[in-house]
C-alpha cells in the first residue's frame, strides 16, 4: 500500500511585515510538497483580532506571489478544506471546543495570573505556566467564582507521564509532561486561541507534515497531547509529523527578529532582488543542495530537496553572500529577460517613461548587454544607465573631478571633437592614444575623469560603448560642461 501524498501547509498571521523566516519557512514547505507531489497549502491564522489588519493580509499574499511560491488549497484558490482564514471558521472552532468539553479534556479555569503567580511563589514552585488549582472543583467552588462575575478560560488537560515524538530535522525528543502545564483554549469571552485553532485546522485540512521554526519546539508536546484527542473526537485523523527548522541569526549572534532592517521580505524587491536568487539563498539557510555548490534554481532545489538533510544548527543572514547569489541568478538571465526584470524600477525612478518611449526602448536594448555582467540587483541598472536618458538640462555629477582629472577631460574633447567617425572602436583607439599615450596616463587615471564628466559616477557601464550610445553631441556637450 502506498503511502498518501503530503500535505503541508503555511500558516502566517498578518500581523506586520513579512519576514524573511516566513519566506524560508514557506520555502521549505512549498519545496517538500512539490518534491512529493503532494499538496501545499496556504492558511492564514487570523484569530488575533486586534493586531490583525488588512494591510497586512495584502501583504502576505502579495509576498507569496512575488516569490513564486503557489499554493493548491487557499486564499485566492478555495480548495476542499476551506475557509483559510479563521477568522471565518470561529463556529468550527466553538464546535470543537464543545466535543472537547464533552470528552473531558478540557475544564473551565477561573484564575487570575497574580493568583497563579502568588501561589507558584508560595509553593516555591519553578515550574512556570498554570498550576492546575481548577482542575477538580467543586460545584460550590464554581459557584462562589460565578457570584465573583469572575468569566472562565478552557483549559486543556495534559496527560500525566511522558510524550516522545520523532522531529523529522533532530530525531526523538521526549517531553516530561510536569513541566507542560495546561494550556488555555480560549479566551474568557469565548474566542479561540492559535493554541487551540492552529491543530483543530491541521487536523480538519488533514495536514500530514508541519514544518515550523524551532522558536515553536516547546509548544509542540501540547499540540500532540491535543491531536490525541481530536482523534478521540473525530476532528483529527492522525497526529501530523512535526519538522523545527533552525533559527536564522542576525548580527551579534541573535535572532534575526522583525526588528532588524534585514528581517523585512518585501524590502528586499525594493532592493532590487530576484525572487529566485532571493529564494535560493534562503534555501541555504539550513540546507544544501551540494556540499560545493551553493547556486541552484528552484526545479534544482524540489528535485533535490529532503527535510531530513536540513542542519538543525542556527544559520547566520549574511546579506553580502545574498547579494553575490542573487547577480549570479542575474546572469543566467537572457537580456530580454533581464531587461524586463529592470524596467519596472526604471519606470519608478523616471529614467523612463510608462510607457517606455519608442527610442528609449531602443537604446535600452543596446545599453542592456552592457551592463549585465556588472549588476548585483536589478536597482543598479538606475545610476547605471540614468545617464544615457537623463536630459541634459537634469543631467548631474555625482562625483567630483579635481584639476588633474579636468586636464585629462580636456584631452579627450580635444581628440574626440576631431574624431571622423563616432564608433566604440574609433572612441577608444582615440582616447587610448591621447591620454595613454601621449599624456602617459594609467588607463584608471585616464579613463576615469572622462566616465565622470559623461556619465555623473566613478562606475558606469564600459566607458567607450556608453560615449557611442550617448553620441558625439551629448558625449561632447558633457566633456565641454565638465570643464566649465
Given at each position: 500500500m502506498t503511502a498518501p501524498r503530503p500535505r503541508v501547509r503555511m500558516a502566517p498571521s498578518p500581523t506586520g511585515s513579512p519576514h524573511v523566516g516566513l519566506a524560508r519557512t514557506a520555502l521549505y514547505n512549498w519545496a517538500f510538497a512539490r518534491h512529493h507531489g503532494g499538496t501545499f497549502v496556504f492558511r492564514i491564522e487570523d484569530t488575533d483580532k486586534e493586531r490583525s489588519t488588512q494591510e497586512s493580509y495584502d501583504g502576505l499574499i502579495e509576498v507569496m506571489q512575488w516569490l513564486g511560491l503557489d499554493w493548491d488549497e487557499g486564499p485566492l484558490v478555495g480548495g476542499p478544506y476551506g475557509p483559510y482564514r479563521q477568522s471565518e471558521r470561529d463556529h468550527i472552532y466553538r464546535d470543537v471546543l464543545e466535543k472537547l468539553r464533552g470528552h473531558g479534556s478540557t475544564y473551565d479555569c477561573y484564575c487570575t495570573t497574580d493568583e497563579v503567580t502568588a501561589r507558584r511563589k508560595a509553593a516555591g514552585s519553578k515550574v512556570q505556566g498554570y498550576d492546575g488549582f481548577c482542575r477538580e472543583l467543586t460545584d460550590e467552588q464554581v459557584a462562589k467564582f460565578r457570584a465573583e462575575g469572575r468569566a472562565p478560560v478552557v483549559r486543556f488537560r495534559m496527560p500525566d507521564g511522558e510524550i516522545t515524538f520523532t522531529d523529522l530535522v533532530r530525531g526523538d525528543i521526549t517531553f516530561q509532561t510536569e513541566f507542560v502545564p495546561d494550556y488555555a483554549l480560549a479566551r474568557a469571552n469565548g474566542d479561540p486561541l492559535y493554541t487551540l485553532v492552529n491543530p483543530v485546522?491541521?487536523?480538519?485540512?488533514?495536514?500530514?507534515?508541519?514544518?515550523?521554526?524551532?522558536?515553536?519546539?516547546?509548544?509542540?508536546?501540547?499540540?500532540?497531547?491535543?491531536?490525541?484527542?481530536?482523534?478521540?473526537?473525530?476532528?483529527?485523523?492522525?497526529?501530523?509529523?512535526?519538522?523545527?527548522?533552525?533559527?536564522?541569526?542576525?548580527?551579534?549572534?541573535?535572532?534575526?527578529?522583525?526588528?532588524?532592517?534585514?528581517?523585512?521580505?518585501?524590502?528586499?524587491?525594493?532592493?532590487?532582488?530576484?525572487?529566485?536568487?532571493?529564494l535560493n539563498y534562503l534555501a541555504l539557510l539550513g540546507w544544501a543542495i551540494a556540499p560545493d555548490r551553493d547556486v541552484f534554481t528552484l526545479d534544482e532545489m524540489v528535485e533535490k530537496f529532503d527535510i531530513g538533510d536540513v542542519n538543525p544548527n542556527p544559520a547566520r543572514f549574511d546579506i553580502k553572500k545574498a547579494e553575490a547569489i542573487n547577480a549570479d541568478h542575474l546572469r543566467m538571465l537572457s537580456i530580454d529577460e533581464l531587461t524586463h526584470r529592470v524596467l519596472p524600477y526604471l519606470k519608478a525612478a523616471g529614467v523612463v517613461g510608462d510607457p517606455v518611449h519608442d527610442s528609449d526602448a531602443q537604446l535600452l536594448e543596446l545599453a542592456m548587454p552592457l551592463v549585465a555582467e556588472r549588476m548585483n540587483k536589478l536597482t543598479e541598472a538606475i545610476d547605471m544607465l540614468g545617464f544615457l536618458f537623463v536630459s541634459e538640462s537634469d543631467f548631474e555629477r555625482h562625483d567630483e573631478i579635481d584639476d588633474a582629472g579636468r586636464e585629462v577631460v580636456q584631452a579627450a574633447y580635444d581628440v574626440l571633437a576631431r574624431l571622423p567617425h563616432w564608433s566604440t572602436a574609433e572612441i577608444e583607439e582615440a582616447l587610448r592614444t591621447a591620454l595613454v599615450d601621449g599624456l602617459g596616463l594609467k588607463p584608471r587615471n585616464a579613463f576615469g575623469p572622462v566616465r565622470i564628466a559623461v556619465t555623473g559616477r566613478k562606475i558606469s557601464p564600459p566607458l567607450f560603448e556608453s560615449l557611442e550610445l550617448l553620441g558625439r553631441d551629448r558625449s561632447l556637450a558633457r566633456l565641454s560642461g565638465a570643464l566649465a
Open positions: 485546522d491541521d487536523g480538519l485540512m488533514e495536514i500530514t507534515h508541519v514544518l515550523r521554526g524551532e522558536d515553536l519546539l516547546s509548544s509542540t508536546p501540547r499540540q500532540v497531547a491535543l491531536f490525541e484527542a481530536l482523534k478521540e473526537i473525530g476532528v483529527a485523523k492522525a497526529t501530523p509529523e512535526f519538522g523545527h527548522l533552525p533559527y536564522v541569526m542576525g548580527e551579534g549572534n541573535k535572532k534575526l527578529s522583525k526588528r532588524d532592517p534585514q528581517a523585512h521580505l518585501l524590502a528586499y524587491r525594493e532592493q532590487g532582488f530576484l525572487p529566485e536568487g532571493l
